[in-house]
């Protein structure tokens, strides 16, 4: 599972981030993080007061925000998170997903990239057709610039 949630090639998680740290690393606001722990979608612990973001949390945060990056809502990252079991505070008090569950985000999930890329093939052709067409008004402009010199240079 962890594969799924890391952050790049390089992604191994730093051992904790403080709160500021983790806002730097994953590129969202302090607003934001708090959000999302007061939404219970991450559950660092606190070490004399101060947010502690474990490797767990990290992989939490990380897949909170990839999630938001492709349009998930709150509720769907929600059960996408108890799907995974995080954050692993709160997995104890929410039953193992079932494999229908597990199934149907699956399937909600692909439905969503089906969409993203059925709009990214409609977005390629636009850029072709305004490729061709504007391909098309500099070979007429240069044709009419050079029939104009001709024309001049014929006077």
Request: aromatic fraction near 4%; glycine fraction near 6%; hydrophobic fraction near 40%.
């Amino acid at each position: 599972m962890v594969n799924l949630v890391e952050r790049g090639p390089t992604a191994a998680p730093a051992p904790c981030l403080g709160i500021t740290e983790a806002c730097s690393q994953f590129g969202i606001s302090l607003r934001a993080i708090r959000f999302y722990e007061s939404s219970g979608l991450v559950a660092p612990k606190r070490i004399n007061g101060q947010r502690v973001y474990f490797a767990s949390d990290q992989r939490c945060l990380a897949l909170i925000v990839r999630l938001k990056q492709i349009g998930c809502s709150l509720a769907e990252i929600r059960q996408l998170l108890r799907l995974l079991g995080l954050p692993r505070s709160c997995a104890a008090c929410v039953p193992a997903p079932t494999t229908a569950q597990t199934e149907s985000a699956i399937s909600d999930l692909e439905l969503r990239r089906d969409h993203v890329d059925a709009m990214l093939a409609e977005l390629r052709r636009i850029r072709r057709q305004a490729a061709r067409a504007l391909s098309g008004h500099r070979n007429a402009t240069a044709g009419s610039t050079r029939e104009a010199r001709r024309l001049h240079e014929g006077t």
